[in-house]
């Protein structure tokens, strides 16, 4: 089984552009390239098969070897998606770089539930309304063709695609989506040995949060 990372090369003022304010665009992509090389190390520890990066760029030495790099599709994030799993193929499960708290352990129990009895696919909620991880036994686009990607009901409407399809769903745990630095801020209290939080908590890394 495959893990897919779907991913933006980290570069100023093209990720975590949420987080600004009150990061700068460099220090919001400083955390992205962070928490990207959290979850590929998370990744390479579970018991997956091979490791896909769906990249939107290039990679950089955030990137550790024995990752198999796929350039994304140009288009909506639905059409990336899709076009990721059919490259990638199944059973794999999929997750993003918005959660550097992510631990082998719990991809690796994300891949038993996919392949238990009476499982088709695997969902993960996110704190934001969205999902942090799906999991499909076999790829098919029509999973994801037309769901509204970044909105409040991501979650639900994915779910119910899912349900339309015939699958039959299994939970993972949900997990926080780094979206807001709040965001940022409690994931890593949750996750302080990761490279993500040990950036946040570096004495050079000030921002200016309004009062």
Known sequence: MNVIVMAKEPRPGRVKTRLCPPCSPRQASDLAAAALADTLDAALASGADEIVLALDGRPGEWCPPGIRVIPQLDGPFDRRLSGAWLEAGGPAIQIGMDTPQVTAPLLDAAMTRLLAPG????????????????????????????????????????????????????????????????????????????RFARLLAEPSFTVEVAS
């Open 119 to 194: 499982t088709d696919a695997v969902l993960g909620d996110a704190n934001d309304g969205g999902w942090w991880l799906i999991g499909l036994r076999k790829a098919d686009a029509r999973v994801f063709d037309g769901v509204p990607m970044s909105s409040h009901d991501t979650g639900t409407r994915q779910r119910e695609r899912l349900v339309e399809l015939g699958l039959r769903v299994g939970e993972v745990e949900p997990l926080t989506d780094i979206d807001t630095y709040a965001d940022a801020l409690e994931v890593a209290a949750l996750a302080p040995d990761t």
